[in-house]
């Protein structure tokens, strides 16, 4: 048994070693294949010298040791090959590749030479800040290139202080340092220590291996910062020169804007100033203000330096209105306080009685405000009021007249200017309303006022509260005597209270005394009555002495009558009250009063209004009744009084009868006549238990002083039978019969007569359309059954007779 093993063993080391001194494996090819990144390659691997009982697996290994592609052959093959076919080239199939032989029996390997697949870095060059990068002043900054491409590859570094062009196709390293660029690194990473000028501009990684080579550029940016700030503060006098200036480090080189605040509040740019310093010359008001200057790197990338203010004295510039007011008591005045120069001006407001404060040039520029004031002090007494631009005063009186000094102080200096605050008189006492009447004496009137300077007084009197009023003849002071009070003294009173500033007369006027004249027994009212139709138009006339003002009210009766509408009421010193578009309801009592303080009196008149146009009938519409029926017809009208209409009813009047006044007479005559029939005189016309004689047009008149109005409506009575004919008539041959159909109506009734034929149906019987039916020798052909039918179209009504039998006898 152990020999045989021992056998065995010995066969397969002597197998082995022959197995792999006779094979072989080798990648056809050349050692390196160079391609680009998406194209193909294809690797061949041949292995020979097999023993042809033993089977072998065959691959492609990457760096990695990863199997890439292997197959396993029979054991009848002496040659063994394999393909590895890449297409589309990635990142991830660049590297080294070996071919394996191993054998499935000894598990022995045999290793191929190496093939290399190298990629072009051509387009897959990356720099990890591209396309451009910002960095401040003194920072440093590290670059890093890369590349999927490879292997083998050489990193260079180019610089140039312009920066990269966007639109870089191709890079050419020697024509490039021909053209002022430089050459200033090696390696994937570089490194700027710190940052300044000479060291922002376009960097650019180029990368080259066996295959080709490929770059990438980045541009690096000195970020903006302002090293030199215009003087926050620059004090000038008008026509001065001021220069403001800035500075600043930034990459690309900056460019500058100096702005100026406007009075919104908003920087706006001042045109033509984008140098880094801004000049003014000859400075003047409007230029005083805040400035800045706006540094940008042209990349959208700017930032603004502090503010500078510069300020400007408000010397000769400041003005105040009004300078001159003139304002009653009790009200709010205000002086505003502006100036040119600034800015940051800070106001302030003094008052004293009267006398200057400055008799020439009243700016600081030798001195300050607070050394100014005191100096002042000791010979004028000024007092501080308010500070800012407005002082307001409210609820005035005299105390506060005077004058008022506004202070205007800058950085620059200050100045000063002065306006005057007059009170108008203001009555504080008012005369007194008296009522009287003549005869009286002994009546004084007085007034008295509160003004700055103190008022003078004058009276004057006027017929109405209006005006105008007139002086009133030495009547100089604040106290004024009537006198003998006669009708004629009523009126109205006043004192004026004045004063004379530099010639311009300020003057008020007191509350007027009313002196009263009791009115009564003197109002009257034109026309003591009026008759009028609908439609016209009448006018009253009031007038009344005494006064003065003296008040009007109308009344219709009992009811106030005011303006608008059909009433015009117009009042001076008289009122008329016109009543337009008379009504009947307007008929009645118009009552005038007038009215003073010192009493009252009335006057009256009255209207009579013709009923015309404002009269009713009813039933409006025509009514039809049945016989026995009771109905009132009512004639009714708004015109009056009431106790001034007259009623008249009358029947089947061919024509109207009414007619202008005095109809009455014209209506007996006519009733006398047997023309018309009278058959009412009131209002209401009472039809009892109706029949056919109470049909017919009834016509109602209403009339007085003013006028009249007829209005009619019609009755109509339904058919009806008075007699119908009898049931039975017997008659002989030859005999006469007469059937009557004695019906009545309101209009007269038709008739139409019918007989039942064979068929038992009534029929018309032609021309028979009488109240009566008569036959003459009598035949058999009249015996039968007959009937009546009463109609009356207008009324779209009939009836219908009972049936009356004729019979005959032997």
Request: charged share 15%; with cysteine; proline share 4%.
């Amino acid at each position: 048994m152990l020999k045989g093993l021992a056998f065995i063993a010995v066969v397969l080391i002597t197998l082995t070693y022959n197995e792999v001194k006779s094979q072989n494996v080798a990648i056809s090819g050349p050692a390196t294949v160079t391609r680009n990144f998406g194209e193909s390659v294809t690797f061949e691997c041949t292995a020979t010298g097999l023993v042809l009982s033993i089977s072998y697996t065959i691959g492609f290994y990457n760096e990695a040791g990863v199997n890439v592609g292997g197959n396993v052959s029979t054991n009848n093959l002496a040659t063994l090959s394999r393909s590895l076919n890449i297409a589309n080239i990635g990142s991830g199939d660049v590297g080294t590749y070996t071919c394996r032989l191993k054998s499935i029996l000894s598990n022995l390997i045999l290793i191929s030479g190496n093939v290399t697949l190298q990629v072009s870095p051509e387009s897959h060059v990356t720099v990890d800040r591209t396309p451009s990068v910002s960095v401040s002043n003194g920072d440093s900054l590290t670059l890093t290139c890369s590349t999927p491409a490879g292997p083998s590859n050489s990193f260079t570094w180019y610089f140039h202080q312009d920066p990269c062009d966007p639109n870089l196709a191709t890079f050419n390293p020697w024509a490039f340092t021909v053209s002022g660029g430089a050459l200033v690194g090696m390696g994937a990473v570089y490194v700027i220590n710190s940052v300044d000028t000479s060291t922002d501009g376009c960097y650019i990684c180029h990368v080259t291996n066996g295959a080709g080579s490929g770059f990438n550029a980045t541009t690096v940016y000195i970020v903006l910062n302002i090293t030199v700030y215009p003087d926050p503060i620059v004090t000038t006098e008008i026509n001065g020169n001021v220069t403001l200036s800035c500075d600043a480090d930034a990459s690309p080189f900056p460019t500058f804007q100096w702005e100026k605040k406007d009075t919104s509040g908003s920087f706006v740019e001042l045109q033509n100033e984008t140098n880094n310093e801004l000049e003014i010359i000859s400075v003047k008001f409007e230029d005083a203000g805040e400035y800045r200057c706006v540094v940008s790197d042209g990349m959208l990338n700017s930032i603004a330096s502090d503010v500078s203010t510069v300020y400007v004295p408000p010397n000769g510039s400041v003005i105040i209105e009004p300078s001159f007011l003139i304002a009653e008591s009790g009200s709010s005045v205000s002086f505003n306080c502006t100036t040119e120069g600034g800015p940051d001006n800070t106001f302030y407001w003094y008052y004293n009685i009267s006398g200057t404060v400055c008799n020439e040039d009243c700016t600081g520029t030798d001195e300050s405000f607070n050394d100014f004031l005191s100096n002042i002090n000791s010979s004028i007494n000024l007092t501080l009021v308010d500070t800012g631009p407005i002082l307001t005063l409210s609820n005035i009186d005299s105390s506060v007249g005077g004058t008022y000094h506004c202070v205007v102080i800058n950085e620059a200096g200050f100045d000063i200017e002065t306006a005057s605050l007059y009170i108008t008189p203001t009555i504080v006492t008012h005369p007194m309303n008296v009522n009287t009447t003549s005869g009286t004496t002994g009546i004084i009137l007085s007034c008295m006022a509160d003004s700055f300077p103190d008022p003078e007084y004058r009276w004057e009197k006027s017929s109405t509260n209006e005006g105008p009023y007139t002086e009133i003849a030495n009547s100089e002071g604040s106290t004024y005597a009537l006198g003998t009070i006669l009708h004629s003294t009523n009126g109205y009173y006043r004192c004026i209270a004045y004063t004379n500033i530099s010639n311009i007369i300020n003057e008020t006027a007191s509350n007027p005394a009313i002196v009263s004249v009791n009115p009564s027994g003197s109002v009257m009212v034109s026309a003591s009555s009026a008759t009028v139709s609908g439609g016209d138009n009448v006018t009253f006339t009031c007038t009344a002495g005494g006064g003065p003002g003296n008040t009007f009210a109308w009344r219709h009766n009992a009811n106030a009558i005011s303006d608008g509408g059909r009433f015009i009421i117009e009042s001076t010193s008289s009122s008329t009250l016109t009543v337009t578009d008379v009504i009947g309801a307007d008929f009645g009592t118009y009552i005038c009063q007038v009215s003073n303080l010192a009493g009252s009196g009335i006057a009256t008149s009255r209207i009579t209004t013709s009923p015309e146009g404002f009269s009713t009938i009813s039933p409006v519409n025509n009514i039809t009744l049945d016989r026995g029926s009771d109905i009132t017809l009512n004639c009714a009208t708004t015109a009056g009084p009431s106790n001034s209409i007259m009623y008249d009813w009358l029947r089947n009047a061919t024509q109207s009868v009414c007619c202008p006044l005095g109809q009455n007479a014209n209506i007996t005559q006519l009733v006398e006549q047997n023309s018309v029939s009278r058959v009412g005189m009131s209002s209401d016309l009472e039809l009892t238990s109706v029949n056919a004689s109470h049909g017919g047009t009834y016509e109602c008149i209403l009339s007085n002083d003013a006028g009249s109005e007829a209005l009619s409506t019609s009755v109509f009575i339904r058919p009806y039978f008075v007699e119908e004919p009898p049931d039975n008539v017997y008659t002989e041959v030859d005999g006469n019969v007469t059937l009557d159909c004695n019906a009545e109506s309101y209009p007269y009734p038709s008739f139409q007569w019918e007989k039942k034929n064979d068929a038992g149906v009534f029929v018309s019987i032609s021309g028979e359309t009488g109240r009566y039916l008569m036959f003459s020798s009598v035949t058999t052909d009249v015996i039968g059954e007959y009937r009546c039918i009463v109609t009356v179209d207008e009324l779209d009504s009939s009836i219908t007779s009972n049936v009356t039998t004729i019979h005959g006898t032997l």
